[in-house]
């Protein structure tokens, strides 16, 4: 069975860091190219960065666009999301999803599987 699981998340103040990570299962992690989403309250599920199997194409949201960084370790499995300089605007759910055809972007359907997401709330 493939299993994604995140975690990471929390509640931290504007202007704070946070740092997520989702584990993979059951799958050849590094055949994977991988993405992170997020869904905020009365909103859609929006790309946030993805990056590609050997971690060298790795597209952001304008919105997340130096301030975010994606990374990978193949070795592990895990999907990394650094976020620092957080905005109230970054409150939601945030999901990891793997494509195993090596798409990179940001639509929601070309990817294979996802995980269960991870809350991460912003205050001010």
């Known amino acids: 069975q493939v299993q994604l699981v995140e975690s990471g998340g929390g509640l931290v103040q504007a202007g704070g860091s946070l740092r997520l990570s989702c584990a993979a299962s059951?799958?050849?992690?590094?055949?994977?190219?991988m993405g992170w989403f997020r869904q905020a309250p009365g909103k859609e599920r929006e790309f946030v960065a993805a990056?590609?199997?050997?971690?060298?194409?790795?597209p952001y949201a304008n919105s997340v666009k130096g301030r975010f960084t994606i990374s990978r370790d193949n070795a592990k499995s895990t999907v990394y999301l650094q976020m620092n300089s957080l905005k109230l605007e970054d409150t939601a759910v945030y999901y990891c999803?793997?494509?195993?055809?090596?798409?990179?972007?940001?639509?929601?359907?070309?990817?294979?599987?996802w995980g269960q997401g991870t809350q991460v709330t912003v205050s001010s």
């Open positions: 059951g799958l050849t992690f590094s055949i994977y190219a």
């Open positions: 999803a793997a494509d195993s055809g090596g798409y990179v972007g940001p639509e929601r359907n070309e990817y294979d599987y």
């Open positions: 990056i590609s199997r050997s971690g060298g194409h790795t």
